[in-house]
């Protein structure tokens, strides 16, 4: 396989720069990814961006709510959780990945800084994505969002999340969700997956560092339906999809074979799998593949909330 050179010099850097999650006790861990950032630019810019603080399961449950130039009202609504292996990243770290989103989907995100792992294992993230969605849905109008368009979205360990809640809303009669965005999203803890094997090592995420993002997250084990999505019975009745995977990244498989499962249950699914692309490279905006690949995202994500519409 030929690895385009721009993006084997990056997965070089990446390999070369990240550290090794398992030797680095979380605190540190977060403050050391955190020190690595570059300052926020705040951009692309927005009508307005608040941050606020509702009441959330574990108590206050920070979001960031963003708010895209716009001429109408009645804007669709993302609820957005962020990766990070359930252990790190945060409001900051997408930032401008959710400003890109709004900016490009047209729609109001609000972001969620969930509780983090190990401190609060799993189910505690799921439940504040999910309380976020009830905020989302009750407060929309206020941010000139359409509470009946509203969508569930994540990278990462995010796309676990908007998976489980997703069918946590329809197994609780909860909020209507329109959508679910699963960018290469972290389906389950199955290593033994022909991406795994082919990607585990050298691709920058790594098998090593997906076992210990689980061993923090659910140490409890990984049965319930509110951790991994494909342990609920059936996927029937979930909202449309837009399920996105990066070949060179160890849990693409099951992102693929996620979105096969949709859509033999039903689910209508977009499916798109960037080949010669690594775990995380939406998030990178300097990658010249990001950009083309984003604006396709968003696409999908506006046809999808368009027939939702209608």
Known sequence: MTIHPEVAALLAALDAGF????????????????SRRAPLQRLPDMTAVHDLTIDGPGG?????????????????????????GFVFCDLDSHDEFCRAMAQGVGAVVVAVDYRLAPEFPAPAAHEDVYAALEWAVENAAEYDGDSTLVVLAGDSAGGNLAATVAIAARDRGGPAVSAQVLLYPVIDDDFETESYRRFGSGYYNTTTAMKWYWQQYAPSGTGDARVVPTRAATLSGLPPAVVVTAELDPPCSAGD??????ASDGVPVRHRRFDGLFHGFLTI??????????????????????????
């Open 257 to 262: 074979d996620f979105a096969r499962r949709l």
């Open 285 to 310: 905006p300097s990658l010249s593949f990001t950009a083309p690949a984003r604006e396709e995202i968003w696409a999908l994500m506006r046809d999808t909330l368009a027939i939702a519409h209608n």
């Open 60 to 84: 206050a449950l920070p979001l960031r709510v963003f708010v895209p130039h716009h001429e109408d009202a009645g804007l669709p609504v993302v609820v957005f959780a962020h990766g990070g």
């Open 19 to 34: 550290p090794d999650v398992t030797t680095v006790p979380p605190l540190e861990l977060r403050e050391l990814i955190r």
